[in-house]
């Protein structure tokens, strides 16, 4: 039986594929109008796993951030970024994360829930690098873009913030070499 926040859309123009997304609270799934009840009920039950499967990677705990975090450092600061912990946090608002060298923790922005694998990654990339180096210098720039989509990843935040109503209205907010001196992934 589907769930009641389900909607499903058939189209006569969609001929093979199957897709699913959230709307305003709701799960979307377009199907092909030629699928039969039966056909239509399994592939709304395969898209619902998929989308869950999906959500949970973008969403992962605090331990899966500190894992993911430890995976990272290993991969792009040769295994020297090693974090006490790792969580999410409500509060940051301006900032997308925050990093205290001092005893090892980094906190990521709620708001980066449900935003692309990569991109979070990015953001943890960015903390785990101030482990290392304090400021926004050369070095720090340099450690940073060892992630291969770091540049991707700072132009999708700039959008999405831009989208949001929370750019940076003078455009210096974290950039690269010569910007400020901020510890943090901030959008404000």
Not at 2 to 13: G, N, Q, T, Y
Not at 34 to 47: G, I, P, T
Not at 61 to 74: H, I, P, Q
């Amino acid at each position: 039986m589907v769930a009641p926040d389900v909607e499903i859309r058939r189209s006569l123009r969609r001929r093979r594929t199957v897709t699913a997304f959230r709307e305003n609270g709701r799960i979307v799934v377009c199907l092909p109008s030629r699928l039969s009840k039966a056909e239509e009920r399994r592939w709304v039950q395969v898209m619902l796993d998929r989308l869950a499967a999906q959500e949970k990677r973008r969403r992962p705990s605090d331990e899966g951030l500190l894992a993911r975090a430890g995976e990272l450092s290993r991969k792009y600061l040769d295994g020297r970024a090693t974090p006490t912990s790792v969580r999410w946090s409500a509060s940051q608002r301006a900032r997308w994360g925050s990093c205290t060298p001092s005893d090892g923790s980094i906190r990521l922005s709620a708001r980066l829930q449900g935003l692309p694998t990569w991109v979070i990654d990015y953001v943890l990339v960015h903390e785990l690098t101030h482990l290392l180096v304090n400021d926004h210098g050369p070095e720090f720039w340099a450690l940073v873009g060892r992630f291969p989509r770091a540049e991707r990843a700072r132009g999708f935040l700039d959008g999405y913030s831009h989208a949001a109503g929370t750019a940076d209205e003078d455009g210096d907010g974290d950039g690269p070499p010569g910007g400020d001196d901020e510890d943090d992934v901030t959008d404000d």
